[in-house]
């Protein structure tokens, strides 16, 4: 089955502070999408983005299909942005398949 | 987008006992998916449970283990069977509107 990869596995930041996540996946995919579980667990969804590029607020997302990675960049850090940020993929007809995630700690 | 609940959102069960997680969402839905996350671990796909069908489990997974009925095409249910410690875990419900899964709140299990 398809691989889903993503990096750092952790990440401390101090609050106001920039970073990139990545997710690389081994195959072509119908469908990417990042998520943040906050600290009480509950799964938000950040961007459906198969491919190209899109923004919301601080965070932001590139998928190039064609290399097969993602990124997910969130500026100015705040604490409540800790959590974890997963990447999930899926083919056609299936369901998503889930990274084992970025685990960020913003401090302030 | 799709609004997804959950019953019961947590619950502590003795070992050898069952538990039946409802999952209901505001739509109807082809595609409903059940996923287990384990603690400090990321999610894992269950199974897939269409609407009129048998369910199709993941390797792993087994439906003497982890029935689920999908009775129309806005509900769900899972039923964890015959539980042991190992079973403790966040088990969440999800859909598909168009191309994007949303997910419920999950129910937080734990077995003693």
């Known amino acids: 089955g398809i691989q889903v990869e993503q990096s750092p596995p952790d990440l401390i930041l101090q609050e106001g502070a920039n970073s990139t996540l990545r997710c690389n996946f081994s195959d072509s995919v119908n469908n990417l999408q990042w998520f943040h579980q906050n600290p009480w667990g509950q799964l938000i969804n950040l961007f459906y983005i198969p491919s190209g590029t899109k923004q919301n607020g601080r965070l932001s997302a590139t998928t190039v299909a064609t290399e097969r990675y993602s990124l997910l960049y969130i500026s100015s850090s705040q604490t409540t942005d800790s959590g974890v940020y997963f990447c999930?993929?899926?083919?056609?007809?299936?369901?998503?398949?889930f990274g084992k995630g970025t685990t960020l700690s913003v401090s302030s | 987008s799709a609004v997804i609940s959950q019953k019961p959102s947590r619950d502590i069960c003795q070992r050898g006992t069952s538990l039946t997680i409802q999952c209901q969402v505001d739509?109807?839905?082809?595609?409903m998916f059940w996923y287990r996350q384990q603690p400090g671990q990321s999610l894992t796909l269950i199974a897939t449970?269409?609407?009129?069908?048998?369910?199709?489990?993941e390797s792993g997974f087994v439906i003497d283990k982890f029935p689920i009925s999908r009775p129309n095409l806005t509900f769900s249910t899972l039923t964890v069977s015959n539980m042991s410690p190992e079973d403790s875990s966040i088990y969440l419900c999800?859909?598909?509107?168009?191309?994007?899964?949303?997910f419920g709140p999950g129910t937080r299990l734990l077995v003693l």
């Open positions: 739509s109807q839905v082809t595609m």
């Open positions: 999800s859909d598909r509107v168009g191309e994007t899964q949303y």
């Open positions: 449970a269409n609407q009129g069908s048998e369910a199709t489990y």
């Open positions: 999930a993929v899926n083919q056609a007809g299936t369901a998503l398949i």
